[in-house]
Structures are given as C-alpha cells and as structure tokens.
C-alpha cells in the first residue's frame, strides 16, 4: 500500500453501487484523522433511511459535517484539522447547487470555480466522490439534461486539478489519472 500523500486530491468516480463509496472509505480509514463532509439532505424517507446507514458503516471516530452547498467553506474551516477529507458526493452537491441556482449558470459556474480553487488550497489530502454520467441515458426530462451536463461538467474540472482519478467498475478501481490505491 502506498503511504498516504498530503495536499493531494482524488476522484473516485462510477456509476451506481460501483463502489465508489466503499473504496473512498478505505482510502481514508488508512490515516486517524478524518473529515467526513455528506453533502445529502434528508428530504424524505428513502434518503433518511440512507443516511443513517451510511452513517452507520463510518468509523465513529470520524468527524462528520453535514454541509450540502457550502464546500469550499467546508475545506477551509476543517482542511488543515485532519489528514483526510472525504467528500460524498458532487452528485448530490450538483443537484444542491441547481437547486439553490436554479439557471443562473454564472452563479453556477462560479460555485464550480469556488469547489476546484478550493481544492487546490486545502492542506490536507481530499478523496471526493462521484457519479460518471457521461454513459448513461440521456435524461428525457430538460432538467434532466442539465443536472447530467452540469455534473459531467464538473467532474471533467474536478479531474483536472485532482492527481488523481479512479473509476470504479463492480467494484474495481481503475487508474485514469495518478496512482491507484489497491485496497487489501
């Protein structure tokens, strides 16, 4: 196993139950000191129920924020406080920041500005996860399209200012960019 590298970014990115979480977890479960930042909010049972059992598979040592907007400022306050800061998930972060934009894509644009410039100050190491949407279906719906272009988007800015990038495949990590971490 490779020695855990400071100030470094990855993004684990793929599709639906690949294991993005589960190895982004084991990434970090290497090091003591972790932050935890779930960007989810609890907007009806479903998402309630899997909140709490994702709460349940962290350590309990771990430091959990709960913030589903605020990322860069979430970096700042706790970045230097910890080894390793694990973002779940710019999936959910995209739906967060659409919502509270609505189609304003300056205002967009600018809080994607504002997660890679952060991401490029933060002292600790930052292990961020998210969905590969770009072989999906295309959505039927026009907000559809959006929410998938926007996180498309988004992950291609966060790849190129991260050293890292996975793709998860049935629970496999694939290297596409840096060093991969084979978990035991």
Same mark, same amino acid.
């Given at each position: 196993? &490779? ?10 990115l ?8 589960r190895?982004a &977890? &084991? ?23 899997? *909140? !709490? ?5 962290r ?9 589903p907007l605020e990322l860069p400022?979430?970096?700042a !306050?706790?970045?230097d406080?910890? !080894? ?7 999936t *959910? ?11 304003d894509?300056?205002? *967009? ?10 991401l490029g100050?933060?002292s ?5 996860v998210s969905?590969e949407?770009?072989s ?5 719906y ?5 929410y998938?272009?926007?996180l498309?988007?988004?992950? &291609? ?23 991969l971490?084979?978990?035991p």
């Amino acid at each position: 196993m &490779q020695e855990m590298r400071q100030g470094s970014v990855t993004l684990v990115l793929g599709g639906v139950r690949s294991g993005k979480s589960r190895y982004a &977890q &084991q990434l970090a479960e290497q090091v003591r000191d972790v932050v935890f930042v779930a960007t989810a909010k609890a907007t009806d049972d479903e998402m309630r129920r899997k *909140i !709490e059992r994702h709460r349940e598979e962290r350590p309990k040592d771990w430091v959990t924020v709960e913030e589903p907007l605020e990322l860069p400022r979430v970096m700042a !306050e706790h970045g230097d406080g910890c !080894e390793v800061m694990v973002v779940d998930c710019l999936t *959910i972060f995209a739906a967060n920041v659409m919502e509270a934009e609505g189609e304003d894509r300056a205002a *967009i644009e600018s809080r994607v500005e504002a997660l890679c410039a952060a991401l490029g100050t933060v002292s600790c190491r930052v292990v961020l996860v998210s969905n590969e949407v770009g072989s999906g279906v295309v959505p039927a719906y026009a907000v559809g399209r959006r929410y998938r272009d926007l996180l498309g988007e988004m992950n &291609q800015r966060v790849a190129r200012v991260a050293d890292d990038v996975v793709l998860m495949v049935a629970g496999l990590p694939l290297a596409l960019k840096g060093h991969l971490e084979v978990m035991p």
